[in-house]
Nanobody
Framework: QVQLVESGGGLVQAGGSLRLSCAAS????????MGWFRQAPGKEREFVAA????????YYADSAKGRFTISRDNAKNTVYLQMNSLKPEDTDVYHC?????????????????WGKGTLVTVSS
């Protein structure tokens, strides 16, 4: 059984930066596409970014382009989300996800594994 554990969330002022990490345990995820979503309780899930299993392809929601960067370290079984120029509307619970088929399936909700999330709060 795979567990995804996110960390790195917190309170930051608008314009600041945070780096989120997602550590996987139970299985190597080097062959999995990985991604980040945001979803607070009672709200719809929103795709943020995804990365192919090799790291050679990265994909972003329009809201994240130019500000967020997704990366992965397969040796550490970890995926990251560097978030710069944060805005109050980025406030949310950020979840990590993994899928063995493709980043496209992951993006549209077909992920096999889902983390519990880390809270990001951006103050104005």
């Amino acid at each position: 059984q795979v567990q995804l554990v996110e960390s790195g969330g917190g309170l930051v002022q608008a314009g600041g930066s945070l780096r989120l990490s997602c550590a996987a345990s139970g299985r190597t995820l080097r062959s999995y596409a990985m991604g980040w979503f945001r979803q607070a309780p009672g709200k719809e899930r929103e795709f943020v970014a995804a990365i192919s299993w090799s790291g050679g392809g990265t994909y972003y929601a329009d809201s994240a382009k130019g500000r967020f960067t997704i990366s992965r370290d397969n040796a550490k079984n970890t995926v990251y989300l560097q978030m710069n120029s944060l805005k109050p509307e980025d406030t949310d619970v950020y979840h990590c996800a993994a899928d063995s088929i493709s980043w496209e399936r992951l993006k549209f909700g077909g992920m096999e594994y889902w983390g519990k999330g880390t809270l990001v709060t951006v103050s104005s």
